[in-house]
Nanobody, 125 residues
């Protein structure tokens, strides 16, 4: 199983920016459609963004469209999420994870992979 390690979270004021990274342990990373998901306290984990294996297709939840940008580097086995114009409601633990499929602006986590430890993003008002 591919091991995923997220980093780049932190505390930022509303309107600020952060760039999250997710490093995969194996080169098979390049075969997978990958996504970012987040979980706020007391809420279900939700889809944020996804990208096809070659980077040609991207998907965004309506709540982050126009503010977040997903990208990947298959040579470095790394997934990125550039987050701009952050809002307090973006506060959550962010996880990267393989994606099993997408429908419209929603993508679904693969049930065949384990979750990493995530990275905490806190946006103050």
């Amino acid at each position: 199983q591919v091991q995923l390690v997220e980093s780049g979270g932190g505390l930022v004021q509303a309107g600020g920016s952060l760039r999250l990274s997710c490093v995969a342990s194996e080169r098979t990373f390049s075969r997978f459609r990958m996504g970012w998901f987040r979980q706020a306290p007391g809420k279900e984990r939700e889809f944020v963004s996804a990208i096809s294996w070659n980077g040609e297709s991207t998907y965004y939840a309506d709540s982050v469209k126009g503010r977040f940008t997903i990208s990947r580097d298959n040579v470095e086995n790394t997934l990125y999420l550039q987050m701009n114009s952050l809002k307090p409601e973006d506060t959550a633990v962010y996880y990267c994870h393989p994606v099993s499929g997408c429908s419209g602006s929603v993508c679904y986590e693969s049930p065949f992979s384990s979750w990493g430890q995530g990275t905490q993003v806190t946006v103050s008002s």
